[in-house]
């Protein structure tokens, strides 16, 4: 279905926080999908600028005057300006404390995240289903599914991956993230990563990422929030069929620098709002298997190259403290 075909069935009822920053271009072009969907609680978070960078006081002010100047439609609004910038990892996982603090449940996108319409629908009605039901932890509105795999003609999967390029969540489920993973010693240590990763290869993957934020290596939140999932034996939500277009990869991008990278700008879809429930609560192996390989490049050569690169990174941030 034509994302520009697509009527939600419905008024949006659920609460949505937008996380920005600097970059005004993305920004326009999420909030628009947000103006469409008109949420009747509008969460904002932005960080402050960096000192470091000439000019970027300019754009994140633009960003924030942009946005309060052009909700249009009748909603709550609520703000966060950080005055003093925070870094990704601290900005946004305090942004989501604070959403989650004030929300049962909610919906969240980044500024980089532009979702089709349906994928708010999408996400207020697994948010109801599932909301009693603490085997499910997160509703991601990104797929990367090929489509001659799927097996039959459910509208969802449940996953071990929980993709965070536009998601959903409870905030009964929130409030066991803790964004420096204190429980990566006794993980580690006992050795649970071998129920979840299959093999020796996305075991060294996991343990990687999730040793480099124990260690604040990383400026980043998301790993913890698959680290907390995990450690809680939960499970994701992914739709069959993409509702999320990452617009943001490019030089300005914090992680996603890579303008060329086969996740960029992928193309967003809707699916009927007669939804087809899966019978089990179970992950499908077989498209985490298919998407572990796809998202996070696990093969011999590509997991080196992201070591060889980490470890530069952090030569780098060494030296310039």
Same mark, same amino acid.
């Given at each position: 279905m034509s994302p520009d075909s697509f009527i939600p069935p419905q008024p949006l009822n659920t609460a949505v926080l937008f996380l920005v920053f600097n970059r005004l271009d993305t920004t326009q072009?999420?909030?628009?999908?947000?103006?469409?969907?008109?949420?009747?609680?509008?969460?904002? /978070?932005?960080?402050?600028?960096?000192?470091?960078?000439?000019?970027?006081?300019?754009?994140?002010? /633009?960003?924030?005057?942009?946005?309060?100047? $052009?909700?249009?439609?009748?909603c709550e609004i609520k703000t966060l300006f950080r005055e003093e910038n925070l870094g990704c990892k601290y900005a946004v996982s305090s942004a989501i404390d604070w959403f989650f603090e004030n929300e049962e449940m909610g919906i969240i996108l980044e500024d980089d995240c532009l979702?089709?319409?349906? =994928?708010?629908?999408?996400?207020?009605?697994? @948010?109801?289903?599932?909301?009693?039901?603490?085997?499910?932890?997160?509703?991601?509105? /990104?797929?990367? @599914?090929?489509?001659?795999?799927? @097996?039959?003609?459910?509208?969802?999967?449940?996953?071990?991956?929980?993709?965070?390029?536009?998601? /959903?969540?409870?905030?009964?489920?929130?409030?066991?993230?803790?964004? $420096?993973?204190? @429980? =990566?010693?006794?993980?580690?240590?006992? $050795?649970?990563?071998?129920?979840?990763?299959?093999?020796?290869?996305?075991?060294?993957?996991?343990?990687?990422?999730?040793e480099s934020v124990f260690e604040n290596k990383i400026d980043t939140w998301d790993y913890q929030w698959y680290f907390t999932v995990w450690v809680n034996s939960g499970l994701s939500i992914i739709p069959t069929v993409n509702m999320i277009s990452n617009i943001g990869f490019g030089v300005d991008a914090t992680h996603t620098s890579d303008a060329g990278n086969k996740l960029s700008n992928m193309t967003k879809e809707n699916m009927s709002s007669n939804l087809i429930h899966p019978k089990l609560v179970m992950p499908n192996i077989l498209y985490d298997n298919y998407n572990s390989n796809f998202l996070f490049s696990l093969t011999y050569f590509g997991f080196f190259k992201r070591k060889i690169i980490t470890k530069i990174k952090e030569i780098i941030r060494k030296s310039s403290l």
């Open positions: 072009q999420v909030f628009e999908a947000i103006r469409e969907a008109k949420p009747p609680r509008l969460y904002i /978070a932005a960080d402050g600028a960096r000192e470091t960078k000439a000019g970027e006081a300019e754009k994140v002010t /633009a960003v924030r005057d942009f946005l309060l100047q $052009n909700i249009d439609w009748e979702p089709s319409q349906g =994928f708010f629908g999408f996400c207020e009605e697994m @948010l109801l289903r599932y909301k009693d039901d603490m085997r499910i932890w997160h509703i991601g509105g /990104a797929s990367t @599914l090929n489509k001659k795999m799927l @097996l039959n003609n459910e509208s969802y999967y449940f996953s071990k991956f929980n993709h965070i390029w536009g998601w /959903a969540s409870w905030s009964s489920r929130w409030k066991e993230y803790d964004v $420096n993973v204190p @429980l =990566f010693k006794d993980f580690s240590k006992n $050795n649970y990563i071998e129920n979840i990763s299959g093999n020796m290869l996305k075991k060294s993957f996991w343990l990687n990422n999730f």
